[in-house]
């Protein structure tokens, strides 16, 4: 149920990081027998760039209280040098609020339509950038993946079409469709994974 899945996001939450955004003032309510611990623990941890990465993020659609506490922890974690990747199959799973907190944008594939209209919408696309990931952004194929990267520097923002290329094995251990991911899998079934990848990458090259 909707309700079990929200509870189990946030518990995963807590358990992964929630002890990153511990500081200072938490300390004051602990016992003195365990502020030193803490103080010392503090200052390493803000030297550290913290990075937490979420898949598959459109699964908590209708998660309201989960969204939520992913846009408090995006507001909070700059102070705490928490970064956040979030990664979803739909522009619209990301708010308002998230995408003027982002510092980077991939977009992965091209889009047509109405599609196109609500992408630049939501990540406030030039129209130069439009016919970019119109024209030039076809996400994955032979010669790699391109996507627009879009980022936000000291100068001001910029936007690249890039290509993301992999080496054959790379491909074959990623590759994500059905009829490739069941190849693989039969592969497995005789030979050890690295031998099948390189079996593969000879036998399927493109």
């Known amino acids: 149920t909707l309700k ?26 602990l016992n003195e027998v365990y502020r030193h611990y803490h103080h010392r623990r503090i200052n390493q941890d803000l030297g550290d760039i913290k990075r937490v990465c979420c898949d598959e993020y459109h699964r908590t659609a209708d998660l309201e209280a989960v969204r939520l506490q992913m846009e408090q922890d995006m507001r909070e974690g700059r102070k705490y040098k928490v970064a956040f990747s979030l990664a979803s199959q739909r522009h619209e799973d990301f708010t308002k609020s998230m995408v003027g907190l982002a510092t980077n944008i991939y977009i992965c594939n091209g889009a047509q339509g109405n599609d196109l209209k609500e992408i630049v919408r939501v990540f406030g696309l030039s129209a130069s950038e439009k016919n970019a990931l119109k024209y030039d952004v076809h996400g994955a194929g032979k010669g790699g993946a391109s996507f627009l990267f879009k980022s936000e520097t000291k100068s001001g923002w910029i936007t690249q079409v890039l290509v993301n290329s992999l080496g054959l094995l790379e491909l074959w251990a990623l590759a994500s469709t059905a009829e490739d991911a069941l190849i693989r899998k039969k592969c497995l079934e005789y030979v050890p994974y690295f031998k099948a990848l390189s079996l593969l990458s000879k036998a399927f090259p493109s």
């Open 4 to 29: 079990k899945s929200g509870l189990m996001y946030m518990l995963g939450r807590e358990v992964l990081f929630g002890n990153l955004y511990f500081g200072e003032d938490d300390i004051k309510s």
